[in-house]
């Protein structure tokens, strides 16, 4: 398993925890939405900033189409 892999399999439970939904919940937003690209896609940055930032960053992207941060997939 990459880096990568592990960051996204940590980013999927962190954002879980941290919205209080199932994993079957942040599965079926993630695919919807494209998340799970955009974590692989920005890696570099997410896994030196705090995990609220991912957060952050994904409910912001979730809601208007756009990253604050990072870059769009």
Do not use: W
């Not at 990568?4 to 879980?16: D, N, P, Q």
């Not at 494209?34 to 692989?40: R, S």
């Amino acid at each position: 398993m990459t880096k990568e892999s592990r960051y996204l399999v940590f980013a999927i439970e962190y954002y879980r925890h941290a919205r209080g939904l199932t994993g079957s919940q942040v599965a079926e937003l993630f695919e919807k939405n494209g998340i799970y690209q955009v974590i692989l896609d920005n890696y570099f940055l997410y896994h030196i900033e705090s995990p609220e930032h991912m957060v952050h960053e994904i409910d912001h992207y979730l809601e208007s189409g756009e990253l604050i941060c990072a870059k769009h997939p």
